[in-house]
């Protein structure tokens, strides 16, 4: 069984890239007076990338991260960069790698190239990071709010095995995150509830293979260590139905299924919304 730790820093949410940026689009052909505000850069004959993070005012780093490009960095002329206006996340207590990502729709991976980050991505209290690309407003805290009627989803156990390891927190935001279950191999792993499949493959800076699922409204719930993924990214699933397969992937010791239900970008105690077990 994992033991808990302070920080998930996870690259699962590259299935949070969603399309649509909430930023103007504006387009420039090279070098151009709008260098220094535009969004979105189209590459002219000749130019670096370097260059271009120059009369951008932009990390070079930042830009290869929301564009998703490796070194050695090479551009071509007539290829369409976006360029990230730099957004400062300053770590508070609890937030974690997983979380900051699913705030800001940006994979942890990218963030981590960012700021140069090296595993195991050890965040710090009073830490600024670079949010290298803004695909949607930043999603506000999860805390004490009212939910109108209808939108909390109803959750069941996705597994029956015994609890190993369930949800706590420290005051310094350190703690477990979610629920582990004891499991065997090749048993079934089901969705909580219903929803539609925001992430399913691997994860290898901690939880090996996982399954994110949205159920609207801001609620997600992670299954993690799978052995399998049985459900692809858009698959609109149904409480219950098979989303992965048991397994002892990334961190885990033995065979067991890692479970986070989450609200915003804040994790939950999933045992405050699982129904009581038969004895």
């Known amino acids: 069984m994992m033991q808990p730790v302070k920080i998930m820093a996870l690259g699962l949410f590259a299935a949070l890239l969603i399309a649509a940026s909430d ?8 070098p151009a007076s709008t260098a220094a505000t535009e969004v979105e850069h ?44 730099q957004i400062i996340h300053t770590i508070e207590a609890g937030d ?18 960012a700021n140069q ?32 009627a209808g939108n909390k989803p109803y959750f069941r156990y996705p597994h029956d095995g015994a609890i190993l390891l369930g949800f706590t927190q420290r005051p310094d935001g350190g703690g477990h995150d979610g629920m582990d279950f004891a499991a065997k191999a090749g048993d079934m792993v089901r ?53 992965g397969i048991a397994g002892d992937a990334g961190g885990a010791d033995r065979v067991e299924l890692h479970f986070e239900i989450r609200r915003g970008h804040a994790p ?7 129904p009581k077990r038969r004895p």
């Open 117 to 148: 980050l090296k595993k195991p991505h050890i965040l710090r209290i009073g830490q600024k990071l670079i949010i290298p690309a803004m695909v949607r407003q930043p999603l506000a805290k999860a805390g004490r709010r009212n939910d109108p």
């Open 268 to 274: 939950l105690d999933p045992a405050k919304f699982l």
């Open 191 to 243: 969705a909580a509830s219903s929803g539609t499949v925001i992430f399913a493959g691997d994860e290898p800076s901690r939880f090996g293979r996982m399954v994110v699922i949205d159920h609207g409204h801001g609620w997600h719930s992670a299954y993690g260590h799978l052995a399998r993924v049985t459900a692809d990214k858009g698959d609109v699933v149904k409480s219950g139905e098979r989303v």
């Open 23 to 30: 930023q103007p689009n504006s387009q420039a052909s090279g």
């Open 42 to 85: 189209l590459v002219a004959s000749g130019e670096t990338l370097s260059g271009i993070a120059n009369r951008a005012g932009v990390a070079m780093a930042a830009i290869a991260a929301a564009n998703g490009l490796s070194e050695p960095y090479i551009v071509k002329s007539g290829q369409t960069l976006v360029i990230p206006r």
């Open 96 to 113: 974690t790698g997983f979380g900051i990502a699913l705030r800001y729709g940006v994979p942890f991976t990218n963030i981590a190239i």
